[in-house]
């Protein structure tokens, strides 16, 4: 047995379809050699923007783009309003398009006119990537390999750049709008759009495939906790908890891996602040979009050509402290200023949030030590352990799954030391099912039948929570 499933693994090593059912017009007869379902790779998806155009239009479009060179003066464009440039540029490139009597239909001169356009004013090719709100995240992987993600799975595009250097051009444009450069001697830049888009870029020698561009859009539609709850990222009775927790002025922090919603669930714990109350933001690239009132909102600079100038979150912590801030929430705790953040909730800074990479609660715990340790402090590991346990009260685990949702997976109470161990109380858990037949993850929330002990602190502020929220199914089927 064992030595026909090594034979399977070799034939599909050669040829990964010979064996599936549908080449065959039926089941394989040999269990041995059929694919489990789990073993079928997903379907290459191709995300049309339908911003492809022929060998002849390509020609037109560049020629039409040298002649718009010279007979505008571009620089003038930077005084003009956006739509009073888009407005001449397109009438410049409708003349030049009919003096020259271009052998294209007016459908393809629309097209070639559009992509005239974004190449002047905005990033060229990308453009339509940008103008689409499904698309998440953009992927530049060199000038002919551009990937998307759409409600959180990978598609390829057709998107393409004409070379490397159509590449370098639009990377350039990016950065050099902020002060910033790039080229050889710094080959890697952390930039922001106009939208609030983070980027970063990355070009040879370091990208050895070519010029590299990775941008996390920024979302204009403004996330609640129902639409969380709609989209089977919480239940009821978690966003509940939820709100009290930020209400009583518990210090949070939230734990998940790359692109699993940490900055959405903090725009949404931090919705929930009082509008009475002064906020001050502190991040490396602003993102947070905070609806209350009285926010001060404070973001780290990079040095400068010179190496000069650069402004950490380290000391725009410590700033924070001097400004009377009622609630201090930080976009993502990744350093030294872990441990101005511990002393900043251990001194009355109360309801404070902040989020950290981590794959679990118990992780990101123990990098919070290790960023403690980043900052040069030499207190003893139990008497840093104390000061976390004292700080903060509740984990919120995060974590995008195989079906690209994004889902809260564990709440956690810290409870606090036991030997040198800090102890920890899950509230609230996804607990997985399995996989269903068109790839979605199942699994229901549970709770896990501990009551909190900061429930009785709530209690003190006014805020309560019914204790039936606690109870799992088990437990209810046993009450009389």
């Known amino acids: ?42 379907p290459d998806v191709l995300f049309e923007t339908r911003s492809q155009v022929t060998q002849v239009e390509a020609e037109w479009r560049e020629k039409t783009y040298q002649q718009l060179l010279k007979v505008m003066d571009l620089s003038l464009l930077d005084s ?18 009919d003096e020259h009597s271009a052998p ?32 998440s995240d953009i992927l530049v992987n060199g000038h002919d390999s551009v990937y998307v993600e759409r409600f959180g799975k990978l598609q390829r595009t057709d998107v393409r750049f004409r070379d490397d250097q159509h590449l370098l051009n639009i990377i350039d444009r990016i950065v050099s709008s902020l002060g910033r450069r790039i080229d ?29 561009i990775s941008i996390r859009r920024f ?7 129902d639409s969380l709850i709609q989209a089977g990222a919480l239940t009821p009775a978690i966003a509940l908890l939820l709100k009290a927790i930020v209400r009583g002025r518990l210090n949070v922090l939230i734990s998940g891996g790359t692109g699993c919603g940490k900055t959405t669930m903090l725009n949404v714990l931090s919705s929930f602040i009082p509008h009475n109350e002064r906020i001050v933001t502190i991040e490396d690239s602003a993102e947070l979009q905070l609806q209350q009132p009285h926010v001060v909102r404070l973001e780290t600079r990079p040095a400068n050509i010179e190496g000069r100038g650069e402004v950490g979150q380290r000391e725009l912590v410590r700033n924070s402290l001097r400004m009377r801030p009622d609630r201090i929430v930080i976009g993502e705790v990744r350093g030294a200023e872990a441990l101005d953040m511990l002393t900043a909730m251990n001194t009355g800074h109360d309801g404070s949030l902040t ?3 981590a794959n679990t609660a118990r992780d990101a715990l123990g990098r919070v030590e290790n960023m403690v340790l980043m900052s040069g402090a030499t207190f003893p590991i139990k008497a840093m352990r104390q000061q ?43 607990v997985r099912n399995g996989v269903g037949e068109q790839g979605q993850v199942l699994g229901d929330f549970r709770p896990s039948g501990m009551v909190p002990a900061f429930r009785d602190a709530l209690a003190k502020r006014g805020i309560e929570l ?4 606690f109870r799992p199914e088990w437990m209810e089927a046993r009450q009389p």
């Open 1 to 42: 047995m064992l030595s026909d499933f090594r034979n399977r693994l070799r034939k599909q090593a050669v040829t990964p379809e010979a064996s599936t059912p549908s080449k065959q017009g039926g089941a394989a007869k040999d269990p041995a050699e059929a694919l489990m379902a789990w073993e079928h790779s997903a």
């Open 104 to 135: 294209v239909s007016s459908v393809s001169r629309q097209l070639i006119i559009k992509q005239i356009t974004d190449e002047v004013l905005g990033l060229g090719p990308l453009e339509p990537l940008l103008a689409d709100h499904t698309v």
């Open 466 to 469: 019914p204790l039936t929220m």
């Open 355 to 357: 989020t950290i990479h």
């Open 184 to 212: 050889e001697s710094s080959p890697l830049v952390d930039a922001r759009l106009k939208d609030g888009s983070r980027v970063n870029a990355i070009i040879p020698p370091l990208a050895i495939d070519g010029p590299s």
């Open 80 to 97: 003009l309003e956006q739509a009073e440039a888009v407005r001449q540029i397109r009438d410049i490139c409708q003349r030049l398009l």
């Open 388 to 430: 976390i346990a004292s700080a903060i009260d509740v984990v919120i685990q995060l974590e995008r799954q195989e079906d690209g949702k994004r889902r809260l997976v564990s709440v956690q109470e810290i409870n606090g030391m036991e030997g040198e161990i800090i102890t920890m109380t899950e509230i609230f858990s996804f």
């Open 219 to 225: 979302a204009v539609d403004l996330l609640n906790t």
